[in-house]
């Protein structure tokens, strides 16, 4: 079983590639009678499917994206963007929080918004248009792989990008590149499952369906959400100062499938899902409204989501 939404690290070799037209191995295999065959995910494979999912569910994306808005404010925030700045948003998505920091850095800044997905990066530039925002842009693009100058950017800021990076050593270690002396960093991430029930309460049950490959590993949404995983992982790619903070935010809907309209529907969780025998997506849905009703209250479902906000210096 997949779900696209954990990022593939360290290299790997086996499966044919994404879209070339061969049966692929899912990045979650599942658990079933049928022989499973070793294999090892490769780099370039992850990048596809990742680009493929994610630009299949661009149009969705807004009803899952609008409810982390209280979360990219406090990233903002953190980030602490000035007049005149020069800062780069890594998996902008369809434009946030790119648009709103540009209206910080005013007409003297410059904001650019990158992702790998070219119809995130279409719904953003129609975002800034109707918005007349004219001192962002947006760029199809690897963060893994930047077509940037080094030492040009005042800052850099990423949500919830890092769990998703097929390499985020690559990707961190890029941003320290383009980064100007003194620049800064601002992330935020997911934290660890049993923190953010969030999305656990549907990543939890397909993880009951799944086997990791020959390796042992299995990618999940909550990679680098341990305590302190995140600044290490910065300083050992160059940064200095790194420090987080751990913030839970509320997450309401008015009951389980509009939480599953929206998670399955808006994310590539969905895309993963319908993959599987139909007998395997109906308990994971069982085993997801479950859940969903545990968290009930009277004004319907709420569910609790820790994010982690790191920050550092280059």
């Known amino acids: 079983m997949e779900v696209a939404v954990g990022s593939a690290r360290g290299s790997r070799v086996g499966p044919p590639e994404f879209g070339s037209g061969a049966t692929a191995p899912p990045l979650y295999t599942v658990r079933s009678s049928r022989p499973i065959m070793p294999w090892k995910y490769t ?103 930047l077509r940037i100058p080094a030492a040009t950017y005042d800052a850099a800021v990423s949500a919830y990008g890092f769990q998703i990076f097929t390499n985020p050593e690559k990707a ?17 991430i997911w934290g660890t499952g049993a923190r953010v029930p969030y999305l656990h309460a549907i990543v939890g049950p397909m993880l009951a369906h799944a086997e990791p490959d020959e390796t042992g590993y299995l990618p999940t949404p909550y990679e680098l959400g341990g305590k302190g995983e995140m600044v290490r992982f910065l300083r050992e790619a160059g940064f200095r100062s790194a420090s987080e903070t751990r913030v839970a935010h509320q997450y309401r809907f008015r009951d389980p ?37 545990r968290a009930s209250t009277a004004g319907g479902i709420r569910l609790s989501g820790e994010s982690v906000f790191v920050t550092a210096r280059k």
């Open 257 to 293: 499938e509009e939480y599953l309209a929206v998670v399955l529907g808006g994310t590539p969780i969905g895309h993963s899902l319908s993959e599987e025998e139909p007998k395997i997506q109906e308990e994971v849905l069982a085993a997801t409204r479950a859940n969903l009703l």
């Open 43 to 145: 780099d370039e494979y992850y990048r596809k499917y990742t680009r493929s999912t994610w630009n299949s569910v661009a149009k969705a994306y807004s009803g899952f994206t609008e409810r982390l808005e209280p979360a990219r404010l406090e990233l903002v925030r953190r980030l602490r963007p000035e007049r005149g700045e020069r800062i780069l948003d890594l998996a902008c998505g369809p434009g946030e929080p790119a648009i709103s920091i540009a209206g910080s850095v005013g007409e003297t800044g410059e904001v650019l918004g990158v992702d790998l997905a070219k119809e995130m990066v279409s719904l953003a530039r129609s975002t800034a248009r109707a918005q007349g925002v004219d001192n962002v842009r947006f760029r199809v693009m690897d963060c893994e792989r």
């Open 172 to 188: 961190a270690r890029e941003v320290l590149r383009i980064l100007k002396p003194g620049g800064r960093m601002s992330v935020c």
